[in-house]
């Protein structure tokens, strides 16, 4: 099922990469990292929680160490938002809440997917901001030695449910959906960035 998915959603994949790709730039400062982790909490927080209520979805995964924006949200304290601001930064509040685990399986493909690339980025972050990675890379190392052995428990369990055809076909169009929820999300953000800089 993860080789049909990123089959049917390749379409996707480089918008999806273009914001982990900007932070190969040469040019990345403290700023452009700090943004990158403000979006992703965006994203992944009521994400988190959506996915954290869909009934039943727990007796397949273990839900909580998935989750991931709590490191987020460390990250970003360690970076210098106030924890009390951190709260009120914008989330994306077009995620829905999963009628099915299908559904909710759909869009943790998507998030999951970013996790594969986050110990590289952690590496190459290092020799461009030492210092920020230092304090504020809980949520790029979260998976540090586990990303393989994740994605492999998320193509079992992705296995398991999608027996039938129906049920499969659920789950890529949610991945479709996910990847233009997460791109509008990202492209409203640099908009609303650029307007509070201009």
Not at 47 to 71: E, K, Q, V
């Amino acid at each position: 099922m993860i080789e049909r998915l990123d089959h049917e959603t390749r379409v996707h994949h480089t918008d999806a990469d273009r914001e982990l790709d900007a932070l190969f730039h040469a040019d990345l400062g403290r700023l452009d990292y700090l943004q990158f982790l403000m979006r992703a909490y965006g994203f992944e927080t009521p994400l988190d929680s959506a996915i954290a209520m869909t009934p039943n979805l727990d007796r397949i995964l273990d839900l909580p160490r998935r989750s991931r924006a709590g490191f987020l949200a460390l990250d970003l304290v360690a970076l210098g938002i106030r924890a009390a601001e951190v709260t009120l930064l914008p989330v994306c509040l077009a995620i829905p809440q999963f009628r099915s685990v299908s559904e909710a399986m759909g869009w943790m493909y998507v998030l999951e997917r970013t996790t594969l690339s986050h110990n590289v980025l952690r590496r190459h972050l290092k020799t461009r901001l030492p210092l920020e990675i230092e304090v504020a890379s809980a949520y790029l190392g979260s998976y540090d030695g586990v990303a393989g052995r994740r994605w492999q428990e998320l193509g079992t369990a992705l296995d398991q449910v999608a027996q039938h055809p129906a049920i499969a076909e659920r789950i890529i169009t949610s991945a479709g959906d996910a990847f233009r929820c997460r791109r509008t999300w990202a492209r409203q953000e640099a908009a609303s960035l650029a307007r509070s800089v201009g």
